[in-house]
């Protein structure tokens, strides 16, 4: 029997050139560069944004992670980043995204559903006919000070299964992964792809043997799926 396709994987919070460099030879599909937040790890100002997604290599998708609301805020920050991918941390108005994605074409856009209860399938199915993709993570957004991400917390992997089954989109997985539980990750939710962030640092930093176990479990886990 033929093995299952190992999970594409994002590497989320970087911070530089070389911690860009560092996830794409380690094979990470694409990159996650976090602009201004309320809260949370790896925020860099919009220049070195530019500047990495600038030298990522085609292939290689860069996300630009942005807490913005407004439609015609966010095509402005996109144009400035010139990242291939808009990552959606926080609630868009729904019409919202048909101008988004009339201003920028070719450009992809992937809400993040901040899984905190069952009600996350009603609203996941409720974007998915107007994103290219969903991103489940472990945030709060109802916190006075919201949480968007980065919070190194996992959440209940069997609403993720859920989602993934009853969305027409792609499903990216995130939310305290690491080497330790990303196989039963993979196993239970079977999603197009992995999103981490502190899972494969130390002390903020990018760490190779981190990384490098991280990657060895999903492969190993794509065996068995």
């Not at 996650?32 to 944004?49: F, R, T, W, Y």
């Not at 990495?52 to 407004?70: C, E, K, M, Y």
């Not at 400035?80 to 101008?99: F, G, K, N, S, W």
């Not at 559903?113 to 969903?134: C, K, W």
Request: glycine letters at 6%; proline letters at 8%; aromatic letters at 4%.
């Amino acid at each position: 029997m033929p093995l299952s396709p190992a999970p594409r994987f994002k590497i989320c919070c970087i911070q530089s050139h070389a911690e860009a460099q560092q996830a794409i030879n380690a094979g990470a599909a694409a990159l996650g560069l976090v602009s201004q937040m309320p809260s949370g790890p790896g925020v860099i100002d919009e220049a070195q944004i530019a500047a990495i997604a600038r030298h990522t290599p085609p292939g290689v998708a860069t996300f630009l992670l942005t807490s913005l609301q407004d439609w015609q805020a966010i095509a402005a920050q996109q144009r400035r980043c010139q990242c291939t991918t808009i990552q959606l941390v926080d609630t868009l108005p729904p019409e919202h995204y048909a101008p988004l994605r009339r201003t920028l074409p070719g450009i992809r856009i992937v809400q993040v559903i901040h899984v905190q209860d069952a009600h996350a399938l009603a609203e996941a199915q409720q974007i998915a006919p107007l994103v290219d993709a969903l991103l489940l993570d472990s945030g709060n957004p109802t916190l006075p000070v919201k949480q968007l991400g980065g919070t190194g917390r996992t959440h209940d992997w069997a609403i993720s299964r859920q989602i993934r089954e009853r969305v027409p989109v792609p499903v990216f997985l995130a939310g305290g992964l690491r080497a330790e539980n990303v196989a039963a990750a993979i196993t239970q939710v079977q999603p197009f792809a992995l999103d981490v962030c502190s899972g494969v640092r130390t002390d903020g930093i990018l760490d190779p043997t981190k990384l490098a176990a991280f990657v060895a479990q999903i492969r190993a886990a794509a065996a068995v799926v």
